[in-house]
């Protein structure tokens, strides 16, 4: 797992300016780094897919994300006080090129539930403790520039930087972000293959044995669902983009 080392991380006092000072992973991996937006090809997401599974697998139902000064849950779309006051200041008639109202309305009923399931809660007990079953630390932000990629011939390496949202959560919360902007619903099925396969091979028997790839999909599908949620609210929904393969 490459990720840039810290050279110098002086001790942080709240209100005051610190500098840190990390690796330079531009020189071994040029494609993606300067914060060059690209659509990154299969090689790259694969690279990429191949990464977050390794990072996924080495804190498999051992996330400790606090106990690692990390969030409580990753990523920046989580249904926090944030996320639902943002989602309650939509407007009732919502509606927009890709979700009819009665849909918003429906993803809007649902958001509690859903929240409450990938917190790692039963929707039916939103305020019970959380189960670290089949959970693990994410990246949070794992956007194509903040996935790294090699420039050599063979296999492409990954690096990942920008580990500002990471926490606790279900693995393919990364891999939904990865792939929200793949057009191609055939392409985004190949890729959830690929990393699952990929995720398998770094597991004990014991544990494929119980996540398997009909309940990996059930979590990315939560997933999906709760990320269009987060779109409908960010900006009052204005901004708005999703892929045909997460509307269906």
């Not at 300067?34 to 897919?49: H, N, P, W």
């Not at 890709?98 to 929240?115: K, M, P, T, W």
């Not at 119980?210 to 949620?229: P, Q, S």
């Amino acid at each position: 797992l490459v990720v840039p080392r810290a050279f110098h991380l002086p001790e942080a006092r709240a209100g005051e300016p610190f500098t840190i000072l990390m690796e330079d992973l531009s020189g071994r991996f040029p494609r993606g780094a300067g914060a060059r937006t690209r659509e990154m090809s299969r090689a790259e997401v694969q690279a990429a897919l191949r990464w977050l599974a390794a990072f996924h697998a080495t804190f498999w139902e051992e996330p400790k994300a606090v106990e690692r000064g990390l969030f409580e849950r990753g990523s920046f779309w989580i249904l926090d006080e944030l996320g639902s006051l943002q989602l309650g200041s939509v407007r009732d008639d919502y509606d927009n090129a890709y979700i009819s109202n009665g849909e918003f309305r429906r993803l809007r009923a649902a958001a509690q539930a859903v929240d409450a399931r990938l917190s790692g809660r039963r929707a039916t007990a939103p305020h019970e403790g959380v189960a670290t079953t089949h959970r693990t630390l994410v990246h949070g932000d794992s956007k194509p520039a903040n996935m790294l990629c090699s420039a050599h011939d063979g296999e492409l390496q990954c690096a990942a930087i920008d580990f500002a949202w990471a926490g606790e959560g279900y693995g393919v919360y990364d891999v939904m972000h990865l792939l929200w902007r793949v057009a191609s619903t055939d392409e985004v099925n190949d890729h959830l293959a690929y990393y699952y396969a990929e995720l398998a091979k770094l597991l004990p028997i014991r544990v494929r044995q119980v996540y398997t790839y009909a309940l990996m999909l059930k979590h990315f599908e939560l997933c999906v669902l709760d990320r269009v949620r987060w779109w409908t609210g960010h900006y009052g929904g204005d901004l708005f983009v999703a892929m045909p393969w997460a509307l269906a």
